[in-house]
């Protein structure tokens, strides 16, 4: 069973930073690239962010390009999301996703590319 697990989400005011963690168990992570994705409620599923499975490729949507920053460690199954600069139209769940994919050098900014979600984790960010 593979299972993705995100922590790190919760209430922040405008300016301030969140790391969030996506923590893999069942299968490990190191051969597929993983994405961020966010959603508000009655919007579609956004690609914010991702990383290649070696780690040496990312990917930014320009709406938060210079304030996110996607991170892995092999070790640890785990891939971050540090959040800076937060603003109000940060708001929304965040989830992590894997590539159903191995080894692929692109990043795929299309969820139907990713077979394995996390639950979600909220983040809010006040004015």
């Known amino acids: 069973q593979v299972l993705l697990v995100e922590s790190g989400g919760g209430l922040v005011q405008t300016g301030g930073s969140l790391r969030l963690s996506c923590v893999a168990s069942g299968h490990t992570f190191k051969s597929y690239a993983v994405g961020w994705f966010r959603q508000v409620p009655g919007k579609e599923r956004d690609f914010g962010v991702g990383?290649?499975?070696?780690?040496?490729?990312?990917e930014y949507a320009d709406s938060v390009k210079g304030r996110f920053t996607i991170s892995r460690d092999a070790a640890k199954n785990t891939v971050y999301l540090q959040m800076s600069s937060l603003q109000p139209e940060d708001t929304a769940v965040y989830y992590c996703a894997r590539d159903r994919a191995p080894r692929r050098w692109a990043i795929n900014i299309n969820p139907h590319e990713y077979d394995y979600w996390g639950q979600g984790t909220q983040v809010t960010v006040s004015s």
């Open positions: 990383i290649n499975w070696s780690g040496d490729r990312t």
